[in-house]
């Protein structure tokens, strides 16, 4: 009912910036909660960033806070991660996530119902 696709990802070096966009179709945009999370080889996924209809209000992973920044622009239904001062911690395959309604339970991965197919974010000097 609601397909996300992630871009953006490459190979960055230590300090380096990248911004990762989620492109969606198929539903109301406005509606939903939108989050990231990363996934490291071998680990469950992990609550990155979400925020809600708006955007107005967001919440971080104490590992990304004062670094990543999310962001919509509902009007071209797109989700937006802004990473700066990348380490080499921060190498996962990142995925955005959709739910309908306000962020509730957004730190569970299953809590949302709608995934991307993931895009690789390395960090390397």
């Known amino acids: 009912q609601v397909q996300l696709v992630e871009s953006g990802g490459g190979l960055v070096q230590p300090a380096g910036s990248l911004n990762l966009s989620c492109a969606a179709s198929?539903?109301?945009?406005?509606?939903?909660?939108i989050g990231w999370f990363r996934q490291f080889p071998g680990k469950e996924r992990e609550f990155v960033a979400v925020?809600?209809?708006?955007?107005?209000?967001?919440y971080y992973a104490d590992s990304v806070k004062g670094r990543f920044t999310i962001s919509r622009d509902n009007g071209k239904n797109t989700v937006y991660l802004q990473m700066n001062s990348l380490k080499r911690e921060d190498t996962a395959v990142y995925y955005c996530?959709?739910?309908?309604?306000?962020?509730?339970?957004?730190?569970?991965?299953?809590?949302?119902?709608?995934w991307g197919q993931g895009t690789q974010v390395t960090v390397s000097s």
């Open positions: 925020c809600n209809w708006s955007g107005m209000t967001t």
């Open positions: 996530a959709a739910r309908l309604g306000p962020p509730d339970d957004y730190r569970t991965a299953t809590w949302y119902k709608y």
């Open positions: 198929g539903r109301v945009f406005s509606l939903y909660s």
